[in-house]
């Protein structure tokens, strides 16, 4: 008996330290053999790994739990957390129905994470029906449950119960302000969120380097650059200055808000630099019109020894070619993403591409380029190509761009007018009236323009609220986990 207690405290420790699939597949076959596999706490730390971690396996996670007879509650829930965290989440509801079917006791964590996937699904219906059965069962309350709720709601755009179920906790955590204010911003309610950060700085908690990151995203779609400049100076000398993803984000906003400087000056003079540094960086040069330096500083990364550019540094790139008019530049770094760095592109770098043939005048190639990207169509790179068409005026060209458009959206009025506006340009009045007598025809209303918004300051009163909360924040803790900051709003993950 002490020898199998021995021999199992041994697997036991050797299963804790697996890191790999390849060292956990041998642990597995030795259990087997020391005749441990029904043990549910051995094979729960298995199914764990497999199950939740980066470098599992969920296939080898659905083999192993096939083979216990009688699993418990910890096992179901690790399965359903660990489909949650999958390419098909869906199926964690099925291991929700199994596990009812065994007659077994659903917990505040199966509602917990069966809420977060409710939210991963964007559906209200299944957000609801596990909103209700977390009611009945008395787990609604329970403050992982709430706040995936709370995140739930705000995933499916359903804000008004998002903000019910946050003002019913008695005194929020942060991890609740953190969601509440992410939701807000999910949501485009951007302002909100900055008055939901300004609240949560009247009573004296103080943010985390989640908190900031979202905030700064906020900053970022309003073009609040002198709120943004506030967070800002609470980051300054302390610990969140040397995190990444805080880096990132203030490097975003400057550059969004047009403070390059201010953007350029911190990818400067930070440490630690990820893809994520570099991209923003690069786009931000781009989007202000220094495609010339962000080309440089491509050419940079692609010496960089460590970091090396993903999808997102190629549309980056793209971008400045098009706004720097680089042609035959954007033809070869389009050719070598693919040949080089063998990265498939989206839909997005075809219509970046598109963009940059199309401002230069070649509609033909753009067509060619788009009629056969290897995946569905949108309407947006078409759009893209019908506007380069009305520049240059290349009507025949712009009727079979057209085509394709109202075969995707038939509603849309911007088009109507791209092409209305093409023949007008070329004295063809006719043809112009033809395409205005269409759009009535088919009941296709001209939008009305869009409101812009300048910029959001916060008041001299909050400008003290900030102010006073900046000496608190130098006792933020340093909330890092690997490359910078993970943004996770619930801790029942």
Request: hydrophobic share 40%.
């Amino acid at each position: 008996m002490k020898l199998g207690l021995a021999k199992f405290e041994t697997i036991m420790s050797l299963v804790r330290r697996c890191s790999c699939m390849t060292d956990l597949k041998q642990l597995h076959a030795v259990i087997i053999q020391a005749g441990f596999e029904q043990n549910l706490f051995l094979t729960g730390k298995l199914i764990e790994f497999c199950a939740v971690s980066e470098r599992g396996d969920l296939d080898y996670a659905v083999s192993v739990f096939g083979t216990i007879g009688n699993p418990d509650g910890f096992l179901w829930n690790t399965m359903i957390r660990g489909f949650g965290k999958a390419s098909e989440p869906h199926k964690a509801f099925d291991y929700y129905q199994r596990m009812q079917l065994n007659e077994l006791v659903a917990d505040s964590f199966t509602f917990s994470f069966l809420i977060k996937v409710s939210g991963q699904l964007g559906s209200v219906a299944l957000g609801k029906q596990m909103h209700c059965s977390a009611l009945k069962h008395g787990f609604a309350s329970h403050v992982f449950v709430r706040n995936n709720l709370v995140h739930m709601y705000g995933l499916v755009r359903d804000i008004e119960p998002c903000r019910q179920l946050f003002e019913e906790i008695p005194s929020p955590d942060l991890v609740a302000w953190n969601t509440l204010i992410n939701c807000h911003v999910y949501c485009g309610l951007y302002k909100e969120a900055l008055d939901m950060f300004l609240r949560m700085s009247r009573i004296g908690l103080e943010p985390d380097g989640v908190t900031l990151v979202v905030i700064l995203t906020a900053c970022s779609a309003l073009g609040a650059l002198h709120f943004g400049r506030w967070i800002h100076s609470c980051i300054s000398n302390t610990s969140l200055e040397s995190i990444v993803k805080v880096n990132n984000s203030l490097i975003h906003m400057y550059a969004k808000c047009g403070a390059l400087e201010e953007a350029l000056k911190i990818f400067n003079t930070v440490k630690k630099k990820d893809i994520v540094t570099w991209n923003n960086t690069i786009l931000g040069l781009a989007a202000n019109g220094r495609a010339n330096e962000a080309l440089q500083l491509f050419s940079q990364l692609l010496q960089h020894p460590l970091v090396k550019p993903d999808s997102a540094t190629f549309l980056a790139v793209l971008c400045a070619c098009s706004h720097g008019g680089m042609v035959d530049r954007g033809r070869r770094i389009f050719d070598s993403m693919i040949k080089d760095h063998h990265i498939q592109p989206t839909i997005k770098h075809y219509g970046c591409m598109a963009d940059i043939l199309g401002r230069a005048g070649f509609l033909d190639e753009a067509y060619q380029l788009l009629s056969n990207m290897p995946m569905e169509h949108n309407a947006v790179v078409w759009r893209t190509l019908l506007a380069a068409c009305s520049l240059h005026g290349d009507v025949e060209l712009g009727e079979q761009v057209m085509k394709h458009l109202l075969e995707l959206e038939p509603g849309n009025s911007s088009d109507y007018v791209l092409l209305s506006n093409t023949y007008a340009s070329l004295g063809q009045w006719d043809e112009m009236m033809a395409v205005r007598k269409s759009m009535l025809k088919k009941g296709v209303q001209k939008h009305a323009p869009g409101n812009s918004f300048i910029g959001m300051y916060p008041s001299p009163s909050s400008e003290m609220e900030l102010t006073r909360n900046c000496n608190k924040a130098r006792n933020i803790y340093e909330a890092t986990s690997g490359n910078g900051f993970t943004v996770s709003f619930d801790s029942a993950d």
